[in-house]
């Protein structure tokens, strides 16, 4: 037995170039990365639909391949396509068949109905799937990811093109089965979605991880954005122009310090304001330094 | 008894496919042209059969042979179940509206049991052919088997490999005609030919193998 929900040791493959995390249980980790840095591919590997060259995938100390281990893990595709022609509350039956299949002694319905709650569906379980709209489908997706108690969920894209209201739902449900105990990896092209949400932050880019660590210490940083009122010719060192002035990390020196910088440069500073840095930025960092 | 599970979840699939899409109005529409070409001196037992095969590659392609059917197989695969078990599950859908169709054809026509075994048997047979047939190449399979089905499978091979040149064409249509699920192979089911029994039995096992082999494949078309 083990500690961990889900680790990845050396999974290499599909354009992961050895990539090893370990999840414990209750924890939200979030991949971040561009378009290609294989988040989505990553998250296949640990669902089991993409077998890894090399490396093993584990679910509660159990090898993946396992029964017992893939009754743990649920998966949500960022484009997860349901059976046509059915309600909401027959394609979690017919997940929960599936289910109720290998774990007899639980009743389908019972099953169908947590899913509903946990995932917010309940209203809509008598909508047909081909008219539900992205939020509700993001829900749905959820829905038969945690369907069946599972313990590890891994969610690709599920915070993404979700209107403010639809993405605080969403983020709260699953802090909610976080807090339960469930273990999540959840990925975003928008680093901003996962801000809220998790506790820690990998950062990919092709294939490895380039950044790691729990969010407030990669969000720890402060920056100083100076406003001005004429862009300068050269930014002082460790500045950067940005559209109304300057901005600079402050990394250890006082925001005296870097103003006094800016004076002795002979600019004219209109105001300042020191901010946190964002997640947008880590990973823009990451990407900036090869 | 898993399995069976399994597969008794996936069959129920059906349902509400049967009365919400065209699968339900295209086997009654099915149903009633063999009837009525029986009125016209259809023979009774190719009712049963072309009810039994034809209605079997119309549930194939209802079930299973859109696209958005085929992303929804590697949903399904993330929850406890096997592609085996999803592929003879989807059979099973496909079958038992095939032979209540070719029973309800048989009662109509007045055809003997002999008749209902055989249009089962072609619908078991050409089911299995049918899913993997959808699963691999989608509906458009499913029309081009249909179409063959119901002219050319009704024919013996000798009658149409006469049509053919000589040459590696009537070799290769021979061999297709001979091997291949075809209603004249399964004419002699009705007088309890055993050699009929098992190329049905053999393509019916054959069929859902090599359907369970396409649905493991969409395992890692994961969206």
């Known amino acids: 037995m083990t500690d961990y929900a889900l680790t990845l040791c050396d999974v290499r493959g599909h354009g992961v170039a050895g990539i090893s995390l370990a999840l414990l249980s209750g924890e939200i980790a979030g991949l971040v990365g561009p378009a290609g840095a294989g988040k989505s591919t990553l998250l296949r590997i640990a669902a089991g639909c993409l077998k890894p060259v090399s490396g093993e995938v584990r679910v509660w100390g159990a090898k993946l391949e396992a029964p017992a281990a893939r009754q743990l893990i649920g998966y949500a595709g960022e484009n997860a396509v349901f059976p046509a022609a059915l309600s909401v509350r027959e394609i979690l039956l017919y997940y929960a068949r599936l289910h109720c299949a290998v774990n007899g002694e639980r009743a389908p319905q019972r099953l169908v109905r947590e899913a509903l709650e946990l995932s917010g569906l309940t209203g809509d379980a008598d909508t047909r799937v081909e008219t539900l709209g992205r939020a509700d489908l993001r829900r749905l997706g959820l829905a038969q990811a945690v369907l069946g108690g599972r313990r590890v969920l891994l969610l690709d894209e599920m915070l993404s093109g979700l209107d403010a209201i639809a993405g605080r739902d969403v983020r709260s449900r699953i802090a909610g089965l976080a807090a339960s105990g469930v273990a999540v990896l959840i990925t975003s092209r928008d680093p901003a979605a996962l801000e809220r949400l998790a506790a820690r932050v990998l950062v990919l880019r092709e294939g490895r991880i380039v950044r790691a660590g729990p969010l407030a210490t990669l969000l720890g940083e402060r920056v100083l954005e100076v406003i001005l009122d004429c862009p300068p010719a050269e930014p002082p060192p460790g500045f950067r122009v940005t559209a109304t002035g300057l901005e600079a990390p402050l990394r250890g020196r006082t925001v005296e310090a870097a103003l006094a910088l800016c004076r002795a440069h002979r600019l004219a500073v209109r105001a300042s304001r020191v901010r946190v840095k964002s997640l947008e930025e880590v990973v823009l960092e990451t990407h900036d330094v090869r | ?223």
Do not use: K
């Open chain 2, 1 to 223: 008894m898993r399995f069976l599970r399994c597969v008794y979840a996936e069959w129920l699939l059906l349902l509400p496919r049967f009365t919400r899409t065209r699968l339900g109005i295209s086997l009654l529409a099915l149903g009633a042209t063999l009837i009525w070409l029986n009125s016209r001196g259809l023979e009774p037992l190719t009712v049963a059969l072309q009810a039994g095969a034809l209605a079997a590659i119309i549930g194939a392609a209802g079930l299973a042979g859109s696209e958005r059917d085929h992303a929804a197989l590697a949903t399904a695969l993330t929850h406890p179940t096997t592609p085996l078990a999803l592929a003879a599950g989807r059979w099973l859908a496909v079958v038992v509206p095939a032979s209540a169709l070719t029973i309800v054809c048989a009662a109509v026509t007045g055809s003997q049991l002999g008749a209902v075994f055989a249009g089962v048997a072609a619908a078991a047979a050409v089911g299995a052919c049918g899913l993997t047939a959808v699963l691999l190449l989608g509906n458009g399979a499913a029309l081009a088997l249909f179409l063959c089905m119901a002219v050319a499978g009704a024919v013996a091979p000798e009658r149409l490999v006469d049509l053919a040149r000589p040459g590696v064409v009537r070799l290769t249509a021979a061999s297709a005609l001979e091997l291949g699920p075809a209603l004249w192979h399964y004419r002699d089911i009705a007088t309890g030919d055993w050699g009929a029994i098992l190329h049905a039995a053999a393509w019916t096992g054959l069929g859902i193998l090599l359907a369970s082999a396409c649905v493991a494949r969409r395992r890692s078309a994961l969206h």
